[in-house]
């Protein structure tokens, strides 16, 4: 039997068209989640990056008597470090909506953001070493 | 909102917290389509439970109250599966078992712009779901190995063939693997590893 054959789309050299938000962008409106920024604490000069999934959270500060349940819960979870994606799946909150309260929290200064290592143009061999290691040992 | 007391969110067990030396976090991405195996993958691997994050695709009516006209969106939750290694004191992995259509991918910001690598996880019986995947990485840069998934009814195709109907370099792994199986799943990932050190080594200045 011969299996299928796949055909290259023809267009490749092209960029992948920019994903549009439902209703289309709107100028100066930052409802989406995904342009919320925050401050990583970690690139110099106060550099911006958005909140991963990966993202790791861990709180500096107890709970404010102002605190929404949610906020209460989320503080409550990252006593030590976790993921954002985690704390998406403990608080049944979707990941835009985890975005936003922590978005407030970092300002409150209530929690800090441990930004990922993302891929780099040139990969980092000493990190690939490290996470082959890592795996070698599970 | 409908919201659990913060007294009773589940959170995670005692031996599921991270060390506070943990610094960074590091992920990959198992791609490939409905019931291929990707949450049977993550969960044999992973040192946690697989949990899921889920993000909501709103299709109309962005930005009105929530409490009005709630009945008029149509919303469709998109989850993804996710599990946890830890490398290190320092250091974190994440994988993550994404559905194979690239409208969900920009749901979770830096999805695979940010990931070391994916592994396109595929089943013989149904190939041509992988066409798509294989070209979208291909356009976005993101490195890649195959897993041909093994269910016993599927159709066994040699390497080379299967390496012709993808259309694949020679240098891009394909490997066959059992998704329930940890030594297995492991293998995949330390296979997605060495190409990606491959790609670093080539990186190397003269
Ligand atoms: N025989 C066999 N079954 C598998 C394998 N991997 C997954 N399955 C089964 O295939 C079904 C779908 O797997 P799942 O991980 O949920 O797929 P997903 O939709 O990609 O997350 C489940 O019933 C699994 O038990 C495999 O390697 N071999
Ligand atoms: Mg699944």
Known sequence: ?138 | MDFKSSDTVPGPRAEDHLPHTTQAAVKIVIVGGFGVGKTTMVGSVSEIRPLTTEETMTQAGIGVDDNYGSDTKTATTVAMDFGRISITEQLVLYLFGTPGQERFWFLWNGLFEGALGAVVLLDTRRLEVSFDVIGRLEERGVPFVVAVNSFPDAPRYPTAELRGALDLPEEIPIIECDARRRASSREVLMTLMRFLHSLAVQHVPA
């Not at chain 1, 960029?15 to 549009?20: C, F, S």
């Not at chain 1, 209460?72 to 936003?100: D, K, M, N």
């Not at chain 1, 953001?113 to 061999?125: G, K, N, S, Y």
């Open chain 1, 1 to 138: 039997m011969t299996p299928p054959q796949r055909r290259r789309r023809q267009s490749r050299e092209q960029p992948p068209p920019e994903p549009v938000a439902a209703g289309g962008p709107k100028e100066g409106e930052q409802k989406n989640p995904e342009r919320l920024y925050i401050l990583t604490g970690a690139a110099a000069g106060g550099e911006r990056a958005p909140i991963d999934l990966v993202t790791l959270i861990v709180t500096s500060a107890d709970p404010p008597p102002t605190a929404t349940p949610e906020q209460s819960a989320l503080l409550r979870l990252c006593r030590a470090p976790l993921s954002v994606a985690e704390i998406s799946a403990y608080l049944s909150l979707p990941f835009g909506v985890v975005t936003v309260l922590l978005t407030d929290l970092l300002t409150a200064e209530l929690v800090q953001a441990r930004a990922p290592i993302v891929r780099q143009a040139v990969p980092d061999r000493s990190l690939l070493e490290a996470v082959m290691h890592g795996l070698q040992k599970l």
